[in-house]
């Protein structure tokens, strides 16, 4: 079965940094593009980072200002975002995402996602 | 920045047709992608490349393009389809960026 996990989540301070991680499953890790996406609480989902197979491409959101680094380990089938700086408006679910290369990069198995709270 | 619009609702009888329409200016040029989701649950891909749907969803789940709005439509809506919608497009310009529209509550009453 086709599967991705996140962990990492929790409750951090304003200013303080995190680690999410996401681990892959059930399909050859090291050949697909990854993703990380969010939902604020009773908001729509907002990409925040593409990383390529190879990790040759990296991409961000703009709106991150260079506080977040998206990265992996093939080897352990294992997507991670570090999060600095992080703000009240960070709060939000954190979805790892499988990029379909052969449907045009449509983002289409998703995990379970895991919470971020940023508050004092 | 790039935007796409959504309704924030929509309602429907059972059996009856929705309609979700999803706007943005580079949607002539770029494709777009639709997910359903669930209370809790993560996003599930229903529509990729504007037209073509995964094996495993159901064919009442149909999308459309017309210019500057993609729509998704559900035929034959069931108490089941009650859920969130969101589109997805990229923008034009020479940044990788993923937009997702607002979102839509479809409500089946």
Avoid at chain 1, 4 to 28: M, N, T
Avoid at chain 2, 21 to 26: E, L, Y
Avoid at chain 2, 39 to 67: M, N
């Amino acid at each position: 079965e086709v599967q991705l996990v996140e962990s990492g989540g929790g409750l951090v301070k304003p200013g303080g940094s995190l680690r999410l991680s996401c681990a892959a499953s059930g399909f050859d890790f090291s050949n697909y593009t990854m993703n990380w996406a969010r939902q604020a609480p009773g908001k729509g989902l907002e990409w925040v980072s593409t990383l390529s197979r190879g990790s040759t491409y990296i991409y961000y959101a703009g709106s991150l200002e260079g506080r977040f680094t998206i990265s992996r380990d093939n080897a352990k089938r294992t997507l991670y975002l570090r999060m600095d700086s992080l703000r009240a408006e960070d709060t939000a679910v954190y979805y790892c995402v499988r990029s379909a290369w052969n449907w045009n990069d449509a983002f289409d198995v998703w995990g379970p996602g895991t919470k971020v709270t940023v508050s004092s | 920045s790039y935007e796409l619009t959504q309704p924030p609702s929509v309602s429907v009888s059972p059996g009856q047709t929705a309609r979700i329409p999803c706007s943005g200016d580079a949607l002539p040029d770029q494709y777009a992608y639709w997910y359903q989701q669930k209370p809790g649950q993560a996003p599930v891909l229903l529509i990729y490349k504007d037209t073509e749907r995964p094996s495993e969803i159901p064919e009442r789940f149909s999308g459309s393009t017309s210019g500057t709005i993609v729509t998704l439509t559900i035929s034959g809506v069931q108490a089941e389809d009650e859920a969130d919608y969101h589109c997805q497009s990229a923008d034009n310009s020479d940044t990788y960026n993923w937009v997702f529209g607002g979102g839509t509550k479809l409500t089946v009453l």
